[in-house]
């Protein structure tokens, strides 16, 4: 504040004036907000908009799967799935109202001929989407080097992760890296995090990242995550998913994703995958489990620093940030926990050694 224009007021006015002006600037300064959390529900009408369950990662026997890809569809719609993306190896196995015109693998085809399958795994009928109120999406598993999702596109396939990256965004599609704990245990030096932070860095339209998968296969996943993270929030988000892997019933229904969306379209689907509008669920015993937790609503606010999870039904709260669990509790503070740089998400525990958990909060 200019001191001569306060003692030139100070002149004209007398000083008690001008302290209580000097008083109100600094109050209003004061008030502003301290953080910027870039929070991924903002645009979330949590009394209004529905919660779609939604699964990224499923086979069948047009690759290594062991059903056909309408038991596949059944299976899901019976649990009450409603977005479903079948992702056979390099195979795009859609749309659904042509399964009958698809062809089962070779492997499956060999697995038939040695008693693993039987012949009505490679029978195909149509299923109408639309008719069971579901979304169904383009997509395939992208397997020829670390396993990638592809999704809204019908690229089945390059030799590398850059090529198959080039070809899906020219497509306009969307990508998830699938299970990264697999590669990072086994070639630590090539997969690094750099690895992760460059392509992330370059390709818009790669967005997420599993951190749960067929159950929790890899716990390292969330490893790799936080790391990934830790390098690249606030500026450049990746969105955490669960998903089934699924290639038999036995790894079906136990991981999935809750897309909040004011309607079921492709639009607000693929908005919601780019936006982070989502959380994820893995329950060890699958739908037989106890009834989950619930959230109801997740507040931000600016201006106190303050991030809150509405939840009921729940066992505890934990909130990770660097990899490091940094606060427990519903309400997390950044006044209190001024340690905590550039994210910060949130794990929910639940009845049966369930987990679900937020997307990251960015915070500048």
């Given at each position: 504040?200019?001191?001569?224009?306060?003692?030139?007021?100070?002149?004209?006015?007398?000083?008690?004036?001008?302290?209580?002006?000097?008083?109100?600037?600094?109050?209003?300064?004061?008030?502003?907000?301290?953080?910027?959390?870039?929070?991924?529900?903002?645009?979330?009408?949590?009394?209004?908009?529905?919660?779609?369950?939604?699964?990224?990662?499923?086979?069948?026997?047009r690759s290594d799967g062991r059903?056909?890809?309408?038991?596949?569809?059944?299976?899901?719609?019976?649990?009450?799935?409603?977005?479903?993306?079948?992702?056979?190896?390099?195979?795009?196995?859609?749309?659904?109202?042509?399964?009958?015109e698809l062809n089962a693998s070779?492997?499956?085809?060999?697995?038939?001929?040695?008693?693993?399958?039987?012949?009505?795994?490679?029978?195909?009928?149509?299923?109408?989407?639309?008719?069971?109120?579901?979304?169904?999406?383009?997509?395939?598993?992208?397997?020829?080097?670390?396993?990638?999702?592809?999704?809204?596109?019908?690229?089945?396939?390059?030799?590398?992760?850059?090529?198959?990256?080039?070809?899906?965004?020219?497509?306009?599609g969307l990508n998830m890296f699938?299970?990264?704990?697999?590669?990072?245990?086994?070639?630590?030096?090539?997969?690094?995090?750099?690895?992760?932070?460059?392509?992330?860095?370059?390709?818009?339209?790669?967005?997420?990242?599993?951190?749960?998968?067929?159950?929790?296969?890899?716990?390292?996943?969330?490893?790799?995550?936080?790391?990934?993270?830790?390098?690249?929030?606030?500026?450049?988000?990746?969105?955490?998913?669960?998903?089934?892997?699924?290639?038999?019933?036995?790894?079906?229904?136990?991981?999935?994703?809750?897309?909040?969306?004011?309607?079921?379209?492709?639009?607000?689907?693929?908005?919601?995958?780019?936006?982070?509008?989502?959380?994820?669920?893995?329950?060890?015993?699958?739908?037989?489990?106890?009834?989950?937790?619930?959230?109801?609503?997740?507040?931000?606010?600016?201006?106190?620093?303050?991030?809150?999870?509405?939840?009921?039904?729940?066992?505890?709260?934990?909130?990770?940030?660097?990899?490091?669990?940094?606060?427990?509790?519903?309400?997390?503070?950044?006044?209190?926990?001024?340690?905590?740089?550039?994210?910060?998400?949130?794990?929910?525990?639940?009845?049966?050694?369930?987990?679900?958990?937020?997307?990251?909060?960015?915070?500048?």
């Amino acid at each position: 504040m200019d001191i001569k224009f306060l003692l030139k007021k100070q002149k004209s006015f007398g000083i008690l004036p001008v302290i209580v002006f000097a008083l109100l600037v600094a109050g209003i300064f004061g008030c502003q907000p301290k953080w910027d959390i870039q929070n991924p529900y903002a645009e979330v009408d949590w009394a209004n908009h529905q919660r779609y369950k939604a699964n990224f990662h499923t086979h069948t026997t047009r690759s290594d799967g062991r059903m056909n890809p309408q038991t596949v569809v059944d299976k899901y719609h019976a649990l009450g799935y409603s977005i479903l993306a079948i992702t056979d190896h390099n195979e795009v196995t859609w749309p659904w109202t042509g399964f009958a015109e698809l062809n089962a693998s070779n492997g499956s085809q060999q697995r038939l001929g040695s008693g693993q399958l039987e012949e009505q795994d490679l029978v195909y009928e149509n299923r109408d989407p639309q008719q069971m109120g579901m979304l169904a999406i383009q997509a395939n598993e992208l397997s020829r080097h670390h396993h990638t999702g592809s999704f809204f596109n019908d690229h089945n396939g390059t030799e590398t992760e850059e090529e198959s990256l080039k070809a899906v965004a020219a497509k306009n599609g969307l990508n998830m890296f699938y299970h990264p704990g697999r590669y990072t245990s086994r070639d630590p030096e090539k997969y690094s995090i750099d690895w992760y932070v460059d392509f992330y860095q370059r390709f818009n339209q790669l967005i997420g990242m599993e951190i749960y998968n067929q159950g929790d296969r890899y716990p390292t996943d969330r490893e790799t995550y936080d790391a990934v993270l830790s390098r690249l929030m606030p500026a450049r988000p990746v969105w955490a998913y669960s998903n089934d892997d699924m290639h038999h019933s036995s790894t079906l229904g136990r991981n999935w994703n809750v897309l909040l969306l004011p309607e079921l379209n492709e639009t607000f689907v693929r908005k919601g995958m780019e936006e982070g509008r989502s959380y994820y669920v893995y329950s060890p015993s699958g739908h037989n489990a106890a009834v989950l937790p619930e959230i109801h609503e997740i507040k931000v606010n600016n201006s106190k620093g303050l991030i809150e999870v509405n939840v009921t039904g729940h066992d505890s709260i934990r909130w990770i940030s660097g990899g490091e669990v940094v606060f427990r509790g519903t309400q997390f503070s950044l006044k209190d926990n001024p340690e905590v740089e550039k994210y910060v998400r949130a794990e929910i525990f639940g009845p049966g050694e369930v987990i679900m958990g937020t997307q990251p909060f960015g915070i500048k």
